[in-house]
């Protein structure tokens, strides 16, 4: 079972930028592909970006690109989300993810270990 614990949500003006951590623990499944998830208050969970167990193929919703990048580092299992030019509709409690083996998706069904989430607040 992978145990997935995210740090680095906080309270942050537009423009500005943070940087989420994801770290797995457990019986952990360092090749499989990561993602990280949002919802905000009264929307469905969405998804934000995804990577691949190598770090070579990355997936990312058309509202974050050119501005968050997904990263990882297989020798510390953990999973990274650098969000710059942050505006308040990113504001949401962001979930990150462990997908099934093979290339990474969109689809939330596609993961199957899912951490509590750390809160992630831009006014403006």
């Known amino acids: 079972q992978v145990q997935l614990v995210e740090s680095g949500g906080g309270l942050v003006q537009a423009g500005g930028s943070l940087r989420l951590s994801c770290a797995a623990s457990g019986r952990t499944f360092i090749y499989r592909p990561k993602g990280w998830f949002r919802q905000a208050p009264g929307k469905e969970r969405e998804f934000v970006a995804a990577i691949s167990w190598s770090g070579d193929n990355t997936l990312y919703t058309d509202s974050v690109k050119g501005r968050f990048t997904i990263s990882r580092d297989n020798a510390q299992n953990t999973i990274y989300l650098q969000m710059n030019s942050l505006k308040p509709e990113d504001t949401a409690v962001y979930y990150c993810?462990?997908?099934?083996?093979?290339?990474?998706?969109?689809?939330?069904?596609?993961?199957?270990?899912w951490g509590q989430g750390t809160q992630v607040a831009v006014s403006s």
């Open positions: 993810a462990a997908g099934v083996p093979g290339a990474p998706t969109a689809d939330p069904r596609d993961f199957s270990s």
